[in-house]
């Protein structure tokens, strides 16, 4: 029912900064919560930033907070992360996700998700 196609990842230096969007299909975006989530390699899958239906509501992992923005575009049905002052340990495969509950993104939960987009923080 909802697709999710995730964008901007690529190689930076650290201190650098990359935004990534994700591209959600179908006309009920504004409906979902969004978030972001990070899997490094060998290590389990982590939050990192959702935003509740009609962005009235963030929340960030401590690991990310004040350095990443989460935002969203509900006329373009798109979902946006900000990240600045990147950090070797920022590398990660990032997927975007959509929840119909805002509580439950930070908590690991999703409905749906992603194919991921690789980002890469060179020291």
């Known amino acids: 029912q909802v697709q999710l196609v995730e964008s901007g990842g690529g190689l930076v230096q650290a201190g650098g900064s990359l935004r990534l969007s994700c591209a959600a299909s179908g006309r009920t975006f504004s409906l979902y919560a969004m978030g972001w989530f990070r899997q490094a390699p060998g290590k389990e899958r982590e939050f990192v930033a959702a935003i509740s239906w009609l962005g009235n509501s963030e929340s960030y992992a401590d690991s990310v907070k004040g350095r990443f923005t989460i935002s969203r575009d509900d006329p373009k049905n798109t979902l946006y992360l900000q990240m600045n002052s990147l950090k070797p340990e920022d590398t990660a495969v990032y997927y975007c996700?959509?929840?119909?509950?805002?509580?439950?993104?930070?908590?690991?939960?999703?409905?749906?998700w992603g194919q991921g987009t690789q980002v890469t923080v060179s020291s």
């Open positions: 996700a959509a929840h119909r509950n805002f509580g439950a993104l930070p908590r690991g939960q999703s409905d749906y």
